[in-house]
Nanobody
Framework: VQLQASGGGLVQPGGSLRLSCAAS????????LAWFRQAPGKEREFVAT????????YYTGSLKGRFTISRDNAANTVYLQMNSLEPEDTAVYYC?????????????????WGQGTLVTVSS
C-alpha cells in the first residue's frame, strides 16, 4: 500500500482545512485508514481512523466534533475535514493504513505511512 498525503497549509485560527490522502495498491481497500499528527517536539499521536468500508469511524476524544474522517474507495482517497482549527492543531499530519482489528489506534497497528503534510494554524 502506498500513501500520499496533501492539502496542508497555513490557516487562521477558527478556519477549516481538508486533507487528502491518495492510496494505491491492490489490497488497500481492505485496510483501515487513519490520520496521525506530530507537533514540533512531541510524539506522533492518533487522530482518527475509518474502517475499510467507511461504515465505522473512531476519533481521539479531544478532536471528535471538530475533525471528520471519510473515505472514497472509488477515488482511492481518505480525507480529514478539520474545522474550528486552533494553534494547538499545528502539526505534520500523516495518513496510515492498517490491517489490524478495528479500531487500530496506535502507531504499532500501522504498517504503511504517507510522507506527511504540514498544517500551520496561525494568525
Amino acid at each position: 500500500v502506498q500513501l500520499q498525503a496533501s492539502g496542508g497549509g497555513l490557516v487562521q485560527p477558527g478556519g477549516s482545512l481538508r486533507l487528502s490522502c491518495a492510496a494505491s495498491g491492490r489490497t488497500y481497500t481492505y485496510y483501515s485508514l487513519a490520520w496521525f499528527r506530530q507537533a514540533p517536539g512531541k510524539e506522533r499521536e492518533f487522530v482518527a481512523t475509518i474502517s475499510w468500508n467507511g461504515r465505522d469511524t473512531y476519533y481521539t476524544g479531544s478532536l471528535k466534533g471538530r475533525f471528520t474522517i471519510s473515505r472514497d474507495n472509488a477515488a482511492n482517497t481518505v480525507y480529514l475535514q478539520m474545522n474550528s482549527l486552533e494553534p494547538e492543531d499545528t502539526a505534520v499530519y500523516y495518513c496510515a493504513a492498517s490491517d489490524q482489528r478495528f479500531p487500530p489506534t496506535t502507531r504499532l497497528h500501522y504498517d504503511y505511512w504517507g510522507q506527511g503534510t504540514l498544517v500551520t494554524v496561525s494568525s
